[in-house]
């Protein structure tokens, strides 16, 4: 196979791989915005929905970094 095509094929693979971080994106935004409305309505639950809030983050941003890592393997392995 011709090195250029392979490049070529390695750097679309990375570029598709990428895309799951726009959904990350949207995820972390509709988590904070949920945490700041939450506290707002109920302003005694913010230490209790503070951790929730902290851990859905945690777990969404788990999946950007599995998203790069893989986009990472493609394109220099």
């Known amino acids: 196979m011709d090195h250029s095509l392979l490049l070529a094929a390695k750097q679309i693979g990375a570029g598709l791989a990428v895309i799951a971080l726009s959904g990350v994106g949207i995820g972390i935004g509709n988590i904070f915005a949920t945490l700041v409305s939450s506290?707002?309505?109920?302003?005694?639950?913010?230490?209790?929905?503070?951790?929730?809030?902290?851990l859905g983050f945690a777990l969404t941003e788990a999946v950007a970094l599995y998203a790069l890592l893989i986009a990472f393997l493609?394109?220099?392995?």
């Open 39 to 54: 506290i707002a309505r109920n302003p005694a639950s913010r230490s209790h929905v503070f951790g929730l809030g902290m």
């Open 74 to 77: 493609i394109l220099f392995m």
